[in-house]
């Protein structure tokens, strides 16, 4: 079997472009003894991903020149020499952006509820449901009535956590890229309001929507969004450090500069705390148990923004970090061959 893999060419010089990957081709080996043969079907570019494009230290290891990029993609076993894994298997979790994979255990992976939409632990039943879950309802913990602004309101996380943040009674304030998106995040998912941080009047309007001040920042970006949230905290507020994408663009994070929120955080006695879902994976099970019921009682969606063909990932991550995405930005590669 010939394949292909998409790996780093060359480190990103501030936002990744296209041209940083590169697909390859090659024959694959034979398959040896105890080993089996996955076909990625769907795969999601993943945001974090753009961190580990970065040299250096981060919450994984970065990604050699060279070496195949990797994200969360849903699979199904093609071939086997291995006695515990049938042709047939659906398995998702970690997977190279490579057509196909040479596994010989299926440790660090889970295998897809054939009851459930295949691509779904992809998004609200995969990492992104857990990620939204945990941080808000066990990290912010949240009371009814309370404030909750979210950013990047129209993507996986986001979505899933103004959402969440309305079945647990709060008043949810979005922010997202444009005023199309703003209004889709209220009107079709039920947020109370959006803002467009792309506006010259960004931080007035914010300010305006939340008259109450703000009890609960979900933070998807940093950067100078963050800085517009700070200054809106109620005593007791609790600041949720879950993603940083507006540093993207930086060369080097730590030259991101800002706002010093030091005085605040102090005399308003807030709660700051990032987390890193990895850390969580033993609630996975219990986080989709609940993100299933409210999707089923139809109070709780995630679009899929889907992308087709496998030579598109790196397009279809460039484009996520543009925003064309609303919900989860997906690349459709296959369809299972024995389903
Ligand atoms: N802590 C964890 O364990 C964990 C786990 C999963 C994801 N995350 C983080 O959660 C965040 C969201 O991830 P996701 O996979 O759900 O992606 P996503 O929100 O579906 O897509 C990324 C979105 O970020 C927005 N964005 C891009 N550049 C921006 C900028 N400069 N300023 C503000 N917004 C910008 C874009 O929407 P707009 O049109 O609104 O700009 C884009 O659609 C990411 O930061 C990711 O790294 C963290």
């Known amino acids: 079997v010939r394949s292909r893999s998409i790996v780093l060419r060359r480190r990103p010089n501030g936002l990744p472009v296209t041209d940083d990957f590169e697909l390859v081709e090659a024959q694959l080996p034979a398959l040896g003894d105890g080993a089996f ?120 996380v986001g979505l899933i956590v103004g959402q969440l943040a309305k079945i647990h009674g709060c008043r949810v304030v979005g922010i997202t890229g444009g005023p199309e998106k703003a209004r889709r995040v209220v009107q079709e998912f039920g947020l109370d309001a959006c803002v467009d941080y792309r506006a010259a009047e960004f931080p007035a309007q914010l300010s305006e929507l939340c008259p109450e001040g703000v009890d609960i920042y979900f933070d998807n970006v940093g950067g100078d969004i963050q800085d517009a949230v700070v200054p809106l905290f109620n005593s007791f507020g609790r600041f949720v450090i879950c993603g940083r994408i507006a540093l993207t663009r930086l060369t080097n994070m730590e030259l991101d500069v800002g706002r010093r929120d030091y005085n605040t955080v102090l005399v308003k006695e807030l709660r700051k705390e990032g987390f890193l879902v990895y850390s969580h994976l033993h609630r996975l099970r219990e986080a989709q148990e609940h993100l299933w019921r409210w999707h089923s009682e139809g109070r709780l969606e995630l679009p899929e923004s889907i992308v087709e063909g496998f030579e598109r990932l790196p397009e279809a991550f460039v484009g996520m970090l543009a925003g064309e995405n609303i919900g989860r930005r997906i690349v459709h590669i296959a369809d299972p061959e024995h389903r």
């Open 37 to 156: 043969l996955a076909r990625l079907l769907s795969i999601g570019p993943d945001a974090g991903v753009v961190s580990r494009l970065r040299e250096g230290a981060n919450y994984r290891a970065g990604i050699a020149i060279g070496e195949v990029i990797g994200s969360n993609g849903v699979a199904e076993v093609i071939a086997t020499r291995n006695q515990d894994v049938e042709v047939g298997r659906l398995l998702y979790g970690p997977f190279g952006w490579r057509e196909h994979e040479i596994r010989e255990s299926v440790d660090g992976l889970f295998d897809v509820d054939p009851a459930r939409p295949l691509t779904a632990p992809l998004g609200l039943l995969g990492l992104h449901g857990l990620t939204a879950y945990v941080g808000l309802l066990e990290i912010a913990k949240p009371r009814p009535g309370e404030t909750v602004v979210v950013s990047a309101a129209a993507g996986a």
